[in-house]
């Protein structure tokens, strides 16, 4: 079984609308890690979020964690065209361990 | 930002041969990834390397793949023989020793791999 999974499994907004994507995980963490992949690229990290942290920002970025429940979520607000991913959660469950990817959750943010 | 260069960006192969993917990870980089990905669908997790060794590697990191770092510059994954089910694209990453167990991984493009 997937140790994190994003959802919902795809979703579309319009540019300027805001955009919220969760993640649930089954283990206990260190950090947990949001990338984006866009298409024909490698994934680019967008927020790495501690165990001890709740909340973090990056810009129009915004991850919550919730160790209790297991459970993350990514909003980005004002939404343009180049936002359009898969945006992936990563659990890190310890020093360099190997980062696990789920399926994603694909946002296409149309004009 | 940092940047993780893979060569080539494809590469065709007939099933059987021996193939190279290599990696130029950001140069003050001490960890090195490979991932797995089938078209549509999720990265998957090869194997990572630190200071000449292989540290994790997950069941898909077959007895026909192995890595190294020969000249201390390229992070290769050679396949030998290759399959069918090789078919797919290779992702590299680097990562710089992180404290507290939280480490950005750096990835590059990809190598499409398709095996005939």
């Known amino acids: 079984s997937q140790l994190a999974e994003e959802n919902p499994w795809a979703l579309s907004v319009h540019e300027g609308e805001s955009v919220t994507v969760n993640c649930s995980y089954k283990t206990s963490i260190t950090a947990l890690q949001w990338y984006r992949q866009k298409s024909g690229e490698g994934p680019a990290q967008l927020i790495l979020i501690r165990s001890n942290e709740r909340e973090k920002r990056n810009g129009r970025l915004r991850a919550t964690l919730d160790t209790s429940s297991q459970s993350s979520s990514l909003s980005i607000t004002a939404t343009r065209c180049e936002d359009t991913a898969v945006y992936f959660c990563a659990p890190q469950t310890g020093f360099a361990s190997a980062l696990t990817f789920g399926s994603g959750t694909k946002v296409i943010v149309l004009p | 930002g940092p940047k993780v260069l893979q060569i080539p960006s494809h590469q065709i192969i007939d099933m059987g041969q021996m193939v190279t993917l290599n990696c130029d990870p950001v140069?003050?980089?001490?960890?090195f990834y490979w991932y797995k990905q089938i078209l549509g669908q999720q990265m998957e997790f090869l194997v990572n390397?630190?200071?000449?060794?292989?540290?994790?590697k997950s069941k898909l990191f077959k007895d026909q793949f192995s890595v190294e770092r020969p000249d201390g510059s390229y992070f290769t994954l050679k396949i030998q023989p290759t399959a069918l089910e090789d078919s797919a694209v290779y992702f590299c990453a680097s990562s710089l020793i992180g404290g507290n167990g939280a480490e950005t991984l750096y990835f590059g493009s990809g190598t499409r791999l398709t095996v005939l």
């Open positions: 390397f630190y200071n000449g060794k292989v540290m994790e």
């Open positions: 140069s003050n980089h001490l960890y």
